[in-house]
């Protein structure tokens, strides 16, 4: 079965950085695009940044674009959302999502309904605050 499992969230001084993984169980890695959303305090899904299985294309929502840094490693069945310059702004519950048909990373990054995507991890919270 497929499965996504966020890890890495906690509590981050403004200016510090941050690393999210999400592994992914069930599936073979590398047929699948990967998103990472969130979704602040009281404020609707966004999709921060979404990858193509092949690494061919990458996008950043522009909030994030600058200091976010998504990569993967397929033979580990592993995605990291290295995130620098932490804002209060960014506090929020990420998520990791994936799916295997064909979308730009722009469209699947709009895709903030847990419906349109076939797995989403259950999420891990950063919270920015000094």
């Known amino acids: 079965q497929l499965q996504v499992v966020e890890s890495g969230g906690g509590l981050v001084q403004p200016g510090g950085p941050l690393r999210l993984s999400c592994a992914a169980s069930?599936?073979?890695?590398?047929?699948?695009?990967i998103g990472w959303f969130r979704q602040a305090p009281g404020k609707g899904t966004e999709g921060i940044s979404c990858?193509?299985?092949?690494?061919?294309?990458?996008y950043y929502a522009d909030s994030v674009k600058g200091r976010f840094t998504v990569s993967r490693d397929n033979a580990k069945n592993m995605v990291y959302l290295q995130m620098n310059n932490l804002k209060p702004e960014d506090t929020a519950t990420y998520f990791c999502?994936?799916?295997?048909?064909?979308?730009?990373?722009?469209?699947?990054?709009?895709?903030?309904?847990?419906?349109?995507?076939?797995?989403w991890g259950r999420g891990t919270l950063v919270t920015v605050a000094s």
């Open positions: 990858t193509r299985r092949d690494n061919s294309s990458t």
């Open positions: 999502a994936a799916d295997r048909d064909y979308y730009t990373v722009q469209a699947m990054c709009a895709m903030t309904q847990e419906y349109l995507l076939s797995v």
């Open positions: 069930g599936i073979t890695w590398d047929h699948y695009d």
